[in-house]
Nanobody, 125 residues
């Protein structure tokens, strides 16, 4: 049974930083790419960042480029999303998801195999 769990979400002021973690269990984490998504109230879930299974490829939404960085540590079965220079518009529930094999930023949400429960990030102005 695969399980993903996000952590690290909290309330911060604009300009602040947060690091979200995504812990993966139940399968070989190194075989999965990790995507980060977010969903704000009344909006659709959107792609934020992702990293390939090898860690050799990353991708970011235009809205977070230069501010967010995703990484992974296979020894810890974990993925990370470092968020800097946070803005109020970054407020959302953040989800991590895992997909086996080939990955690119164009992989649809529906193709991801596993999802975490989400963690709330609130950025106040």
């Amino acid at each position: 049974q695969v399980h993903l769990a996000e952590s690290g979400g909290r309330s911060v002021q604009a300009g602040g930083s947060l690091t979200l973690s995504c812990t993966f269990s139940g399968r070989a984490f190194s075989s999965y790419a990790v995507g980060w998504f977010r969903q704000a109230p009344g909006k659709e879930r959107e792609f934020v960042a992702g990293i390939s299974w090898s860690g050799g490829a990353t991708s970011y939404a235009d809205s977070v480029k230069g501010r967010f960085t995703t990484s992974r540590d296979d020894a810890k079965n974990s993925g990370y999303l470092q968020m800097n220079s946070l803005k109020p518009e970054d407020t959302a529930v953040y989800y991590c998801a895992a997909v086996a094999g080939f990955w690119s930023e164009h992989v649809p949400l529906t193709d991801y195999d596993y999802w975490g429960q989400g963690t709330q990030v609130t950025v106040s102005s």
